[in-house]
């Protein structure tokens, strides 16, 4: 009976929601993005606010939150207001007991608080709607914090998105503009989420690892995880002492100058999206502190991002070519990662495009556009028909979190020049780290492939030339033009199996020793190399430019 009353009282909250929200003309504006007009936003009087909508989301609980948020990436279904205001969704949760925290902490850590910790203060020092942290002591004496998860939080996450699981069941079965939409796939997509912030052991992992990638960056600092002490339910890290960027006081903002601050968390961010591919994903002001000694700490990383190779080389000419309000190169790559639909407008998305690229051109930190920008662009995109990857969309949050966190620590800074800057050195190192001997091998076996199989290719061409059983089939048979492509062709093979031999050579000698050096390698291996190198340049630009 106490399940059954449960799951109503699910149902009602849901449908609650619904009815204040159903004859609104925000409900109506997805109807009509699932439709295909072309409306626009202002033609719409929205009699709900961005604000309203996220403190009722905020009243029903976690999982709603949580939802919020993940619709932020869903410029398709909602307005910009309404996605910038989703997308720094955030939760004020009532605090746990101690007796409870205490009870919690030694279930998980299998020994007593006093056993395990020196000191352990009842008063938390945060507390949200998964976890609640506390600051502790361990036996040798260093400071930690210890993260300790609401109990039954993971079952109250499950039972929510089981009710809205079988609401969006039926809506997918007897809605077109929820099966458009595939509001099940958003459910799935929030259950994965959610699972994964609930999972201590992986936050801890990924403290880890951005831990390992930024530990280079003198001004940046991530906690690390303390292994022994942590578990699925209780995450205890180092404790990082700072106050939040939003609490920084006037004062201390006039006297310090945070510009170089901003200079290394810009460099900090790109590295981790163009280069890593792993990504702390939640930079909002509650999760990056500024530290005792003048850094800026990254906590919280239950929410990371994870962009493939191929996505980080073309998000990084997509910033490139945003930072140079180039809107006819960005449209133009935008597309080619993205879904398109038949009846796309291209020439409308691309004119829009321009426009907003001009519109943000030169702006400040303070006025927050870049990761708008990027939101707003996806926006566009999906009103023409244009589906872009919901990748780019995260990135967009994670760039207007930023934006927020650079407005606090230096208001004039501009951010869009700075990324322009950032992204040629980028481009730059990752060019010599493809220049190495190393990143070739992949290409030496692939020619070691072609050699192999070149003469049992040529004799079974030759037999057939012999036995005139060679044939081809040409829709017009030119024999000078014939003549010329086969001589063109043996040729090509010709300098491409000399190139193949210089690269061999070149690299077995790169394990000659030798006193002449060049870039700090073998000299004569460096030699050979760039001959190769040139001549696979020049053979490339022959078939590119002047092959017909």
């Not at 052991?201 to 403290?207: G, I, R, T, V």
């Not at 999206?273 to 509650?286: M, N, Q, S, T």
């Not at 990027?374 to 930023?402: D, F, R, S, T």
């Not at 690299?507 to 700090?520: D, E, H, K, R, Y």
């Amino acid at each position: 009976m106490t399940n059954l009353s449960s799951k109503l009282q699910r149902y009602q909250k849901f449908f609650s929601f619904m009815l204040k929200y159903w004859n609104s003309e925000l409900l109506r504006y997805t109807s009509s993005q699932a439709m295909e007009e072309t409306q626009s936003e202002e033609s719409y009087d929205f009699d709900h606010s961005p604000e309203e909508l996220a403190e009722d989301l905020k009243q029903m609980g976690p999982t709603y939150i949580k939802l919020g948020q993940l619709l932020s990436t869903r410029p398709d279904l909602l307005p910009e207001a309404y996605l910038n205001e989703l997308a720094c969704l955030q939760d004020d949760a009532p605090t746990i007991p101690y007796e409870k925290i205490h009870e919690i902490v030694e279930a998980e850590l299998g020994t007593r608080i006093s056993k395990a910790f020196d000191e352990f203060e009842e008063k938390p020092l945060a507390s949200a709607s998964i976890g609640q942290v506390h600051l502790a002591k361990l036996r040798s004496g260093k400071k930690v914090v210890v993260k300790i998860q609401r109990p039954n939080i993971q079952e109250d996450f499950l039972k929510d998105l089981d009710t809205l699981t079988e609401i969006a069941a039926f809506a997918v079965k007897h809605s077109k503009t929820a099966q458009q939409y595939a509001f099940n796939d958003v459910l799935e997509e929030l259950r994965y989420i959610l699972l994964q912030e609930l999972d201590y052991q992986k936050e801890a992992a990924n403290l880890s690892k951005l831990h390992r990638n930024l530990q280079h960056f003198k001004n940046i600092k991530v906690p690390k995880p303390i292994a022994d002490y942590s578990t699925q339910k209780v995450l205890t890290m180092e404790y990082i002492e700072g106050v939040k960027v939003t609490s920084i006081s006037p004062f201390k903002k006039i006297e310090e100058n945070y510009t170089p601050l901003v200079e290394e968390l810009v460099k900090a961010y790109l590295q981790q999206i163009l280069e890593d591919g792993f990504v702390h994903a939640d930079p909002h002001p509650g999760n990056i502190h500024l530290t005792n000694d003048c850094a800026l700490a990254l906590l919280d990383a239950g929410m990371t991002a994870r962009f493939s190779a191929h996505l980080r080389e073309s998000i990084l000419q997509l910033l490139m070519a945003v930072s140079k309000t180039d809107g006819d190169k960005t449209a133009e790559l935008l597309q080619e990662i993205s879904e398109i639909d038949e009846d796309a407008d291209l020439e409308h998305f691309k004119h829009i495009l321009n426009r907003l690229l001009f519109e943000s051109e030169n702006s400040k930190a303070k006025d927050l556009k870049t990761g708008r920008l990027l939101i707003q662009i996806n926006q566009v995109a999906a009103q023409n028909g244009i589906h872009i990857p919901v990748e780019i969309n995260i990135l967009g949050k994670i760039l207007m979190n930023m934006d927020q966190i650079i407005a606090e620590l230096d208001p004039e800074y501009e951010l869009q020049p700075a990324i322009r800057h950032h992204l040629k050195k980028l481009m730059q190192k990752k060019m010599w780290e493809e220049l190495k001997p190393e990143n070739f091998f992949h290409v030496l076996i692939d020619l070691k492939k072609l050699i192999e199989q070149a003469p049992s290719r040529l004799n079974k061409v030759s037999g057939l030339l012999a036995n005139n059983d060679l044939k081809l089939n040409l829709e017009v048979l030119d024999e000078k033009q014939l003549t010329q492509g086969l001589q063109k062709v043996a040729n090509r093979i010709t300098l491409g199996l000399i190139l193949a031999s210089l690269i061999i050579g070149a690299a077995m000698l790169m394990q000659v020793p030798t006193s002449f050096m060049i870039f700090g390698y073998p000299g004569l291996a460096i030699i050979l190399f760039l001959l190769a190198a040139l001549g696979g340049i020049i053979l490339m630009f022959n078939i590119i430019f002047k092959d017909r």
